[in-house]
């Protein structure tokens, strides 16, 4: 299976997280170039792009805020001037709210809006901004990283959550409207993943007993579903989402 990108430009929205890190060295190991974004951590981004660096990999740390219009065009500017027009996107930053948002809270709908401004709406002006050149190439492949809480549903996640599953109707409308000049457009909804951040015990216990292999979703095994979704071994799989996460079962869990 040919799983290398010949040299296109990616650009990975959250690079500097741990699915974001795991699909930049995947795809960079592919002979990729590429752009990883940042939007607080820029120290994180500077070490990613020198260790890909190191590998061999022609790569650049750019600032993204998805919440901010220039902020998206300045980074896709960069990105041309820096390494190319970018053919691959992989939509991996996320806004999630600060404290757990119940939909009784007075200020929900404020946090909503939010949450779509960065989940939702940036994504889809960053895909606009890119797609002019995909057209003319006729070839892109765009990938989303969404959640299994789309399907599941989490206490107090109602507006993250609502932002998310927006970029799913998004897909199933780009895979009709593009499909035709070569772009394949897909959701990778991961389960619970073992990242940076700290879960509780209780949390994670509970997570791997509804988890049919027993265990946390891994960074690499998101990094390798995008790599496939984004290669050319990948010729007609589009509009689809696609779930990695051991076939979680879902039991009603709470923050």
Not at 119 to 140: D, E, I
Request: proline share 3%.
């Amino acid at each position: 299976m040919n799983l290398d990108i010949d040299g296109r430009v990616a650009v990975i929205s959250g690079g500097t997280s741990a699915i974001g890190r795991a699909v930049a060295r995947r795809l960079g190991n592919a002979s990729g170039r590429v752009a990883v974004t940042w939007r607080h951590d820029h120290t994180a981004a500077v070490r990613l792009v020198g260790s890909l660096r190191a590998d061999g990999v022609d790569a650049c740390a750019v600032e993204l805020d998805l919440g901010d219009a220039g902020s998206i065009d300045r980074a896709l500017d960069t990105v041309r001037e820096t390494l190319g027009a970018p053919s691959i996107l992989v939509h991996n930053a996320v806004e999630w709210p600060t404290s757990t948002q119940w939909l009784v809270d007075r200020d929900s709908v404020d946090t909503l809006r939010r949450s779509l401004d960065t989940n939702l709406v940036g994504p889809y002006q960053l895909t606009v901004g890119a797609l002019p050149n995909m057209v003319t190439q006729r070839w892109g492949r765009i990938v989303f990283v969404s959640t299994g809480l789309v399907d599941d549903g989490l206490d107090g996640s109602s507006a993250y959550v609502t932002a998310k599953s927006g970029l799913h109707g998004l897909t199933r409308v780009m895979s009709r409207e593009l499909g035709r000049f070569g772009i394949l457009t897909n959701v990778v909804m991961p389960g619970f993943t073992q990242t940076d951040q700290e879960r509780p015990a209780q949390l994670v216990a509970t997570v791997e007993d509804a988890t049919a292999t027993g265990r946390l979703t891994l960074p690499d095994d998101i990094a390798s579903c995008v790599a496939f979704l984004v290669s050319a071994a990948n010729g007609h799989v589009t509009g689809e989402r696609i779930r990695v996460d051991g076939h979680f079962l879902s039991p009603h869990v709470r923050r």
